[in-house]
């Protein structure tokens, strides 16, 4: 247990340059007390002591805001960050080294019996708010970009992004389907359909005004007609 707190400890101390020293970490860190707490609840799950192992997993929810159900195994040197609105399922796994970030969910999808949740690999690093959902491998040293959704397996080395997640980079290489892509820059759904439906609009309210303007000239040449024959 000690050991596993020193790496804990040293990859907060590695990775979070806001950190300053062993003390504050211990004190003031919400990822770690909810690492710290899994350790002894997820020994009383293996032993089958479910209700205090819930007990404790809910009472590190309460005073983290991070939920990681008693089943999950969590490895060593697991960095959560900020942690709030994690949530990690009861047969997610998360390799030794991994980052996550808050609002990140390895959860399943419903569909799924027995082994319902993610793997990561070691050294995976999981941006705020993505969601890994399925009981499939994400590899080793693998990057999840904020926000992503990732539905299938992501090979090692890679990086995903998008919704749903592709890879776009793999051991430091662009993929061919992605090089255009921008993720600084990413296009608004919901903005292209309303420019679809504005064109569509000006096009019919063009199309409307030229009908109206020869139903005008059609109506003005039969009324003409109507006037000359009256003369006569």
Avoid at 67 to 82: L, W
Avoid at 161 to 190: E, F, M, N, Y
């Amino acid at each position: 247990m000690l050991s596993r707190l020193r790496a804990d400890i040293r990859a907060v101390k590695e990775r979070d340059p806001a950190a300053r020293n062993t003390f504050e970490i211990l004190l003031l860190y919400s990822g770690l007390h909810a690492i710290m707490l899994h350790r002894p609840a997820y020994f009383l799950y293996r032993h089958r002591w479910f209700f205090l192992a819930r007990l404790i997993s809910q009472l590190a929810r309460w005073l983290t805001g991070i939920e990681i159900h008693p089943g999950a195994k969590i490895g060593t040197g697991v960095f959560i960050d900020h942690g709030s609105g994690i949530v990690i399922g009861e047969t997610a796994e998360v390799g030794d080294g991994c980052t996550l970030y808050q609002g990140v969910t390895l959860g399943g999808t419903g569909k799924d019996h027995g082994k319902r949740h993610p793997t990561l690999g070691k050294n995976v690093l999981v941006g705020s708010g993505a969601k890994v959902l399925g009981p499939f491998t994400v590899g080793d040293n693998a990057k999840i970009a904020a926000g992503a959704v990732v539905l299938e397996p992501i090979p090692p080395d890679s990086t995903a992004v998008g919704v749903p997640a592709r890879v776009v980079r793999r051991s430091g290489q662009k993929t061919a389907p992605c090089k255009q892509l921008d993720q600084v820059h990413i296009p608004d759904p919901v903005s292209q359909e309303f420019c679809k439906i504005m064109m569509r609009l000006e096009k019919a309210e063009k199309l409307i005004a030229e009908q109206q303007k020869e139903l005008e000239a059609l109506r003005t040449a039969q009324s003409g007609g109507t006037s000359q024959d009256e003369t006569l």
